[in-house]
């Protein structure tokens, strides 16, 4: 059974730093494309930023390029997300999902394996 179970949200002032974590169980990071989405009050959720199973290749959306960083770490069997100059626009909760298949792509949909998210609020 897959399961993604995040962690490392908070309340964090404007241009300050979060790492956010995204334990994976049930299945191996490395073959796993993992990503990351948020869901702001009131709109939809909404794509952050990917990894392919190989590991070998990011993406990110265009309102957070050069400030977050996605990575991962096989042995933890973990994907994170470092969040830098954090902008009250970033408040959200932030969702961690893989693929509903091994060794897919990173267009993820509603049918793939989400975590239950976990809340961050930037204050100006």
């Known amino acids: 059974q897959v399961r993604l179970v995040e962690s490392g949200g908070g309340l964090v002032q404007v241009g300050g730093s979060l790492r956010l974590s995204c334990a994976l169980s049930?299945?191996?990071?490395?073959?796993?494309?993992m990503g990351w989405f948020r869901q702001a009050p009131a709109k939809e959720r909404e794509f952050v930023a990917a990894?392919?199973?190989?590991?070998?290749?990011?993406t990110y959306a265009d309102s957070v390029k050069g400030r977050f960083t996605i990575s991962r770490n096989t042995a933890a069997n973990s994907v994170y997300l470092q969040m830098n100059s954090l902008q009250p626009e970033d408040t959200a909760v932030y969702y961690c999902?893989?693929?509903?298949?091994?060794?897919?792509?990173?267009?993820?949909?509603?049918?793939?394996?989400w975590g239950q998210g976990t809340q961050v609020t930037v204050s100006s």
């Open positions: 049930g299945r191996s990071v490395s073959g796993s494309a």
């Open positions: 990894i392919t199973w190989s590991g070998t290749l990011t």
């Open positions: 999902v893989t693929g509903h298949t091994p060794l897919g792509g990173t267009r993820f949909s509603e049918s793939d394996y």
